[in-house]
C-alpha cells in the first residue's frame, strides 16, 4: 500500500523531527522556560505547515496554543486532534540515564525504545498524527476527513486557559469527534481505546503552630508540633480497609456493575507483573477490589508531597512553626472535584488538634470521563489499532487525567477517542521516559488509518 511503503522511507526523518522537538524543555509549570515554550510551538506550526496544513499560534492568556487545520473534504467528517507540547519538570535529573532534553535511542533501531522527557507524554505520541496526516497528503494530496489540531501548552499544569479558549473559538473547533492520543496500550501488542480517565482534585494544606521555629528541648513537651498534627491529619484521610475516610467520598461515585467487573477479569491484568516493575512485594489499596479496578475506576486519596521543619543534611533539633502538604484525589463518574475538595478541607479541619491552625488551598482539578463506547468514531479507532497490531482492540480505563477532555463534551458537544499509544511503563512524569520506536512508527500507522476509517464510515 502506498502509505505503508511511505511511511517506511521516511521514518528516519520523522524520528529526526520528533527529536527536534523533544530538545526544546517546554516545561510549562517553571517560568525559567518560558522561551523554550515558544519555541516548542513554533516548532509545531513549522512542522505541520511542512506537513501541507495551515497553522498558526494561538495566545490562550498563559502559554500558547497551536492551531492547525486541513478541511478540503466538503461532506467528510471533521476530525479534531487535540495534545500538548509542554512537559512535565525532569527532576530528579541525576536519575536519567542520559539527558533528559537529549533524546537517545535506547535499543535496536527498530525495536528499542526513545528516552527523553516529554518522548511518550505527549510529544511522542502527538506527533503520530502529525505523521498520519502527512502521510495521506503526501501520497495523494488529499485527505478522506477534515482534520483540526489542537496542540496546548499547559496540560500538564491542569489547562487553565483551554476552557475560555474553547468557549471563544467554538466556531473554530467545530468538528464531529476529538481524537486523543496521550494515554497507553493495555500491554504491548494489546491496543486499546481508554473509555475513561479519572478525574482530579489537587490541593495543599497548611498546618501553622508557633509563631516561629523554636528549640525542640526549650519548648517539646508543650507546643503542638504542626508535623505531627499533619501527620495525624494525614493518616486520618483512610481507614483499615484502604478506604478513603472522609464523610460523603463516595457518595456520588458510581459501582462497577458486574458486567464491568467481568470484563476487568477477562483482560487478566498481570498483578504478579505490576509489583515486579514496581519493585513491591504486596500492593495496597481499598480492600475488595483488584488492583486495576483500584487503578482505574475506583477514587483515591494521596499525598503528594509533605513539607516541613529541617530536611538539610545531618540534624538539627528544631520544633517547626509550619508544615505543608500536597493532596491530591482521583475521582470517577460522577464525582465533581470541587464538592471533593470542599469535603476533605472539612475532614482536615475537623481533624487538626488543638494548637494549629489549618489552611486549606484548592489547585487545579479536572472530572472524570466516561464515553459510551458505541460511538462510531470508537469503532474506526478500533478497527485501525486492530488493522496495525493484528489482535483484538480491549476497551480500558485509564487511571489519569486529562482535564479538557470533559470540556470538550460540555463546550463542544464532542465526545472523545483517547487512541492510547504509549505503553503503561513508559514512566511518565519519572525520569527515563520512553516511547517504543515500534509505538510511534505504528502510531503513526495507526493514525493514517484512523482517518481512512472515519472517513470511509463518514
Ligand atoms: N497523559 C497524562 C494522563 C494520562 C496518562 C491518562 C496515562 C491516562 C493514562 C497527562 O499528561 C497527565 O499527566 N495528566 C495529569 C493532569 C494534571 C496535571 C491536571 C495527571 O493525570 O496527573
Ligand atoms: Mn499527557
Ligand atoms: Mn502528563
Redesign the pocket.
Known sequence: MAIDSWLEKEKPRHLSELFELLRIPSVSTDAAHAGDMQRAAEYVRGRFESAGLQARVCPTGGHDAVYAEWCKAPGAPTVLVYG?YDV?PPDPVELWRNPPFEPTVEGDSETGNIVARGAT??KGQFYCHVKGVEAHLATSGSLPVNVKFLIEGE?????PNLRPFLEASKELLAADIVVVS???MFAPGRPSI?VG??G?A?MEVTVTGPSHDLHSGLFGGAVMNPINALAQMIASLHDDQGRVAVAGFYDTVRELSEAERAEYRALAHDDEAFRRELGIDEDSGEVGYSIHERVSARPTLDCNGIIGGYTGPGAKTVLPSVARSKI?C?LVPDQDPDEVTALVSKHLLAAAPAGVTVEVEAH???RPFLVDRSVPAIQAARAAMTRVWGAETVFTR??????VVGDFKDVLGLDTV?M?L?L?DDR??SPNEKFGLENFYEGIRASAYLFEELGRRG
Open positions: 500538548h512535565q507524554d505527549d496540560e500538564e499544569i491542569g489547562s496521550d494515554t497507553s481508554t480517565l479519572r482530579l489537587y491530591s482521583r487545579h482539578g479536572a485509564g487511571g489519569g487525567s486529562i482535564p483517547l492510547g504509549g503503561k511518565l512524569h
